[in-house]
């Protein structure tokens, strides 16, 4: 595995190389990622990781500067699953000028859900990706479907603006106790840690009752709130939306996706899970 | 020369293609596009010209409707000067559901000089280069100055979101009147065409000064402004900048661009001037 740092190598690199799949992380890695690039390495000749914690995408207050930064460990689990070309530019590679100008500017999703409580977060999201498929040319990208709206707007992003790049959804990873893998796991207290699964808890719960018909989605979405705070969480959101979409889910809706996002002592945590009533 | 509609078309044929160099235009084409394409040819295996009227880059009561559409008469043109593709693709294969929901979002430059008197126009512009970009991948791209802020614009682009094309400017087609050749020119009467190289008398009137050491710039573009006011002109703009950045000049300044904007009639035109005192 090669290490690059600058937009000059990545490129001289690109231009003898196959088919690429691509997988953008602001690194410390778990399996969620590394499951990411085993899904990267069926699909191209060669998998690019990149690790770059992006400014853009944190709003005030959020954890820029807390972000957990892990490169040496982050290296040497790549290396391991077989990664090709390993890409961390430092902060003034893609911002040289510390200051982005030209914004990709997604639709009225990026206000909904984490959107709401996270302005211009998406924004910095789909212009950091761009920037970063400008400088890859990937003719794959692997994202995993624990950002499930960040998922629905890059897969959207992709198609309005004719982005030649195929994206492929990769299934969450979870912990024995149903605990969805995230770099934020890491601000938990043991404490915490133990309390956590309760998120996923209440999804499955939603998608039990779905299961058996019930399609008071607002009622749904509001139990599983009050027993979440009363858990001691601070519900940001609980929604049921139509898959893919996220536009509000009907009832005669099959493919469906319950939503959620709390805080739990200092720590937002998102989750979300994917309900089939297809067949 | 092949003419292609789809972008399944396209990107199958760019597959196989060299290195491309790409003039996206909105046709009715003149000699400025034709030496658009002549640059081109200087700078890749194959060139492409896209035809594509791009209604999200005009404003409500400009002359979306109106624009010339001539595209046999374009095609032939662009066969004897030795196009290898044109992409002429129909408004639905660009804008499938009707709608853009997602812009590639300029600085505030997008809302000066030209800007101010067409909102949501350079927004227009650089989504659809992006769209045209992604399609085609070329290695490089070819724009008139004549759209001077235009090309400003999209350069920025190409810097700020890391694309890997090179931007090529190119001179601007006059008649032997002086008047900058322009689709839009077509709109004129007789009479108007007879008048419309009063505008680049102007700017040349203020380069004559700027190089004689003139640097009350404010009062030169004021009194190009009263001139052709008073010739009948509707004047729009007439601004000394810095040229590239279009920051506004200072008399210190070396690399100088005098812009214009005014209507004639029904017609809106648009020149400009750079003025190099470097040497």
Chains 1, 2 share one sequence.
């Not at 959804?169 to 893998?181: C, D, F, K, Q, T």
Request: glycine fraction near 6%; charged fraction near 20%; proline fraction near 4%.
């Amino acid at each position: 595995m090669q290490i690059l740092s600058t937009i000059a190598e990545l490129r001289a690199w690109r231009k003898q190389a196959g088919t690429v799949a691509f997988v953008p992380t602001m690194g410390n890695l778990h399996n969620g990622h590394l499951s990411l690039v085993q899904e990267a390495r069926k699909n191209a000749d060669a998998v690019v990781v990149s690790i770059f914690v992006n400014r853009i995408q944190f709003g005030q207050g959020e954890d820029f500067d807390k972000y957990p930064r892990t490169l040496e460990q982050d290296a040497e689990k790549l290396q391991q699953v077989g990664v090709d070309i390993l890409f961390a530019p430092a902060e003034e590679e893609l911002y040289p000028t510390g200051k982005q100008l030209y914004f990709v500017e997604p639709p009225m999703l990026q206000n909904e859900l984490c959107g709401k409580s996270r302005p211009g977060h998406f924004r910095g999201v789909t212009t950091v990706v761009s920037k970063l498929f400008n400088i890859v040319q990937p003719n794959v990208a692997c994202f995993g479907k624990k950002d499930y709206q960040q998922l629905a707007v890059l897969t959207g992003m992709v198609q309005d603006l004719n982005m030649n790049i195929r994206i492929i959804p990769v299934a969450i990873e979870r912990a024995s106790n149903g605990l969805a893998l995230s770099s934020r796991n890491g601000y938990l207290t043991k404490e915490e840690l133990h309390q956590a699964p309760q998120l996923y808890q209440q999804l499955l719960a939603i998608a039990a009752e779905i299961k058996k018909g019930n399609t008071d989605y607002t009622t749904l979405e509001q139990k599983a709130t009050t027993a979440l705070n009363q858990q001691g969480w601070r519900v940001d959101y609980i929604e049921i939306r139509q898959a893919h979409s996220l536009v509000k889910a009907q009832p005669s809706d099959k493919e469906i996706v319950i939503l959620a996002a709390a805080v739990l002592g200092r720590t937002r945590l998102i989750d979300n899970l994917e309900v089939d009533l297809s067949h």
